[in-house]
């Protein structure tokens, strides 16, 4: 079992950055596909960016390509969301989630593990 653990969530102004880490306890993290996801309030669940076992991979939803950088530590057994010009609209929970694959992953469905979430809130 893949515990995983958000941080770095918070509230920032239009045009703000955070970055999230997300900390997994298991230790063949660097065999896991990685990626993030966000919900907001009365939507479902959507992609924001995966990342492949050795980080070579990356994919990003249209809504976040050129403001969203993914990226993983495995000797930390870390991965990352640096998130630059936040808008209000990138408000919502965002959660953590790993695959027992290797390849880049960009379905909810796809993925194995979650973890509890962390929320960023955008303001105008």
């Known amino acids: 079992q893949v515990q995983l653990v958000e941080s770095g969530g918070g509230l920032v102004q239009a045009g703000g950055s955070l970055k999230l880490t997300c900390e997994a306890s298991e230790r063949t993290f660097s065999d896991l596909a990685m990626g993030w996801f966000r919900e907001a309030p009365g939507k479902e669940r959507e992609f924001v960016a995966a990342?492949?076992?050795?980080?070579?991979?990356?994919r990003y939803a249209d809504a976040v390509t050129g403001r969203f950088t993914i990226s993983r530590d495995n000797d930390k057994n870390r991965m990352y969301l640096e998130m630059n010009n936040l808008k209000p609209e990138d408000t919502a929970t965002y959660y953590c989630a790993a695959a027992n694959v290797w390849n880049v992953l960009t379905t909810v469905n796809e993925y194995d593990y979650w973890g509890q979430g962390t929320q960023v809130t955008v303001s105008s």
């Open positions: 990342v492949s076992w050795k980080g070579a991979s990356t």
